[in-house]
């Protein structure tokens, strides 16, 4: 089990200078996030602490195996407190990623940064929330799956303890949490004090376990569901702004068209102009040479 649980995203360190027109700035383990480089720092990190939580799954699930299999209460103790360490320590790193997670998600909307910066580091946080999703996801699959087998060796030993004790019988104490009354009524005469103190100790402390089990899993499915809903909202913060930078791009390009048409407009009209100053120097040379031959004509020159 988790013993530090999965609280809700909590409020987060931000601050800004009201006084001028400046980018909040984020912190993260003192980290301030006002820049794309420390963005991408942050992001990094998170990434890193996604690998360990990974790591130490796989071994969880390892010592979750030696602790089904134990042959001995004293050995099935032993192992769990080696697996709740793994846990505990397990569940500091995931806090820690859904801290910075949150802090992120703030600096990836941060209405003072552009617009394609946005776009940019929420298409990264949406990544980053899915991944640790999917980690979180494969976790909880795990937890079931060993809750099942836990569940399973539980039976196995209680049909070797109690044989008198139907499948049904066995599967319904379980259920209704009265494994102990039944062991009271179906043990066998022949177990002493002795024998019956260490079987019950083996059955309580398998209970104890498969309900701690049970508990992670809750934990961890109310995660998986904060996390899609960060994923959610996200996803239609950058739709928005994706839309409103397409917006923008249409508009850009809209007016270069028009400029790109002033432009050849301008240029057709100067070289009309052209010709026609040229066709009218023309005409009035020939206004000008045919006057000129009409009166050498006229007074007998030509």
């Not at 995660?223 to 791009?249: F, Y």
């Not at 850009?252 to 028009?258: A, D, F, R």
Request: hydrophobic share 40%.
């Amino acid at each position: 089990m988790l013993t530090n649980g999965f609280r809700s995203f909590e409020a987060l360190s931000l601050y800004t200078d009201a006084t001028t027109s400046v980018s909040l700035a984020y912190e993260v383990d003192g980290l301030t996030i006002s820049t794309e480089a420390n963005f991408a720092r942050v992001a990094d990190d998170i990434n890193e602490q996604i690998n360990v939580v990974r790591k130490n799954v796989q071994q969880i699930e390892k010592l979750h195996t030696e602790a089904i299999y134990a042959t001995s209460p004293f050995k099935h103790s032993q192992v769990l407190r080696s697996r709740e360490q793994y846990a505990k320590d397990t569940g500091v790193v995931i806090a820690s990623i859904k801290t910075s997670i949150q802090v992120l998600g703030h600096a990836a909307t941060d209405p003072h940064i552009a617009k394609s910066d946005r776009a940019m580091r929420a298409n990264r946080h949406i990544a980053l929330c899915r991944r640790f999703l999917e980690q979180i996801n494969a976790y909880r699959k795990m937890e079931r799956e060993q809750a099942d087998k836990n569940h399973d060796r539980l039976v196995r030993l209680l049909n070797i303890a109690c044989p008198d004790a139907t499948d049904n019988e066995i599967l319904d104490a379980i259920e209704n949490d009265t494994v102990l009354e039944l062991m009271e009524t179906k043990l066998p005469d022949t177990c002493g004090p002795g024998e019956t103190r260490k079987i019950t100790k083996d059955v309580n402390d398998r209970i104890g376990d498969i309900t701690n089990i049970y508990h992670n899993i809750n934990e961890l499915a109310q995660l998986s569901i904060e996390l899609n809903d960060i994923v959610n909202r996200q996803q239609a913060k950058l739709d928005t702004i994706t839309v409103s930078v397409e917006r923008v791009q249409t508009r850009i390009n809209s007016g270069l068209t028009e400029k790109d048409y002033s432009l050849v407009s301008r240029s057709s009209f100067r070289r009309r102009r052209k010709w026609a100053i040229l066709i009218l120097i023309v005409l009035i040379i020939g206004i000008v040479l045919g006057t000129t031959l009409g009166v050498l004509k006229s007074q007998g020159k030509i």
